[in-house]
Nanobody
Framework: LQVVESGGGLVQAGDSLRLSCTAS???????????MGWFRQIPGKERDVVAIITGGSSTGYSDSVKGRFTISRDNAKNTLYLQMNSLKPEDTAMYYC???????????????????WGQGTQVTVSS
């Protein structure tokens, strides 16, 4: 499975940004068959969950982004999205898209549950 993120960049506090992630290259499974998630990491810190979404599009968010970020998926396009509104300087990080092929509905918000990762896209929010 190949996972590729896009959409990062440099924005000002209060701005919005949308990240995209496409997943391809796995046989026997469709995009809607597995959990997807967005994570972020600051240099020197552990990678943390931002949001997760089940194959049925139920969602979960970290407390730090709840109400500002929205995760969604377009199963017909094999694409995952992260809409980020009201961005803050503390949202600055490398953002990673990940897939957990072992679960469809009972997604876990743990880095260790996700076996396939993209290369990351940098989001920088200036004050």
């Amino acid at each position: 499975l190949q996972v590729v993120e896009s959409g990062g960049g440099l924005v000002q506090a209060g701005d919005s940004l949308r990240l995209s992630c496409t997943a391809s290259g796995i046989s026997g499974l469709t995009f809607s068959d597995y959990c997807m998630g967005w994570f972020r990491q600051i240099p020197g810190k552990e990678r943390d969950v931002v949001a997760i979404i089940t194959g049925g599009s139920s969602t979960g968010y970290s407390d730090s982004v709840k109400g500002r970020f929205t995760i969604s998926r377009d199963n017909a396009k094999n694409t995952l999205y992260l809409q980020m509104n009201s961005l803050k300087p503390e949202d600055t990080a490398m953002y990673y898209c990940a897939a957990d092929l072992s679960r469809r509905y009972s997604c876990r918000d743990k880095v260790s549950s996700f076996g396939y990762w993209g290369q990351g896209t940098q989001v920088t929010v200036s004050s």
